[in-house]
């Protein structure tokens, strides 16, 4: 089956802008996480999504944001970019995301902020 | 806060050497350990440790859960060309609304000289 599917790959915005990332799960998983990868900082946890609605948040300001649909699909938003927002955003799924299920990733957006 | 630790951050073996990579983690409400392998992009998925399941093997690979000691480690044995990597531990954690994210050591950089 399909793994899971991220869009756009790569994407230059400038500071000030806004930008829209977009997670397709793996078929059947209702559970979508969005992750931010730096070389500082390593792999931090933004959100996650479970039958539309956030159920768990990790320590990033109110410019990231996320929402997801009914067939799973999940979009995050991160609005008045800055420089610091360059990173690339892996998305997981999991049919659950609670304990005894693991998560798969995406390949990633890389995002570059000017 | 939870944190998770990973060591060493980067290791130089030749092909054959086994190798052992650790992670310690401190967090509350411990739910499962599960280790990564990032080679450009998509961490794939290689075990889950849980109080119920201590212990994982899948050909080469290998990996323990020390509940007592906070620990878990990954060992490779007989390591190929093909094992260099980034090697990512996280922890699940039970929050509020289920589970919390996973929360992401920094990783080990594995590399394997012919």
């Known amino acids: 089956k399909a793994g899971v599917t991220q869009t756009p790959r790569y994407l230059i915005k400038t500071r000030g802008q806004q930008v829209t990332l977009s997670c397709s799960p793996i078929s059947g998983h209702r559970s979508v996480s969005w992750y931010q990868q730096t070389p500082g900082q390593g792999l931090q946890f933004l959100f996650e999504?479970?039958?539309?609605?956030?159920?768990n948040k990790g320590n990033f300001p109110g410019r990231f944001s996320g929402r997801q649909f009914s067939n799973s699909r999940s979009e995050m938003n991160v609005s008045t970019l800055e420089l610091g927002d360059s990173a690339l955003y892996l998305c997981?799924?999991?049919?659950?995301?609670?304990?005894?299920?693991?998560?798969?990733f995406g390949q990633g957006t890389r995002l570059t902020v000017v | 806060e939870d944190k998770v630790v990973q060591s060493p951050l980067s290791l130089v073996v030749h092909e054959g050497d086994t190798v052992t990579l650790n992670c310690s983690y401190e967090v509350t409400n411990f739910r499962s350990l599960l280790w990564y392998k990032q080679e450009k992009k998509a961490p794939t998925f290689l075990f889950m440790l849980t109080s119920s399941g201590i212990e994982k093997k899948s050909g080469r690979l290998s990996s323990i859960l020390d509940k007592k000691e906070l620990s878990s480690i990954l060992n490779i044995t007989a390591t190929q060309t093909g094992d260099s990597a980034i090697y990512l531990c996280?922890?699940?954690?039970?929050?509020?609304?289920?589970?919390?994210?996973?929360?992401f050591g920094k990783g080990t950089h594995l590399i394997i000289q012919p």
């Open positions: 996280a922890v699940e954690a039970v929050g509020r609304g289920g589970a919390d994210g996973l929360t």
């Open positions: 999504y479970f039958s539309e609605t956030q159920r």
């Open positions: 997981a799924s999991s049919f659950e995301g609670r304990g005894g299920t693991e998560a798969f």
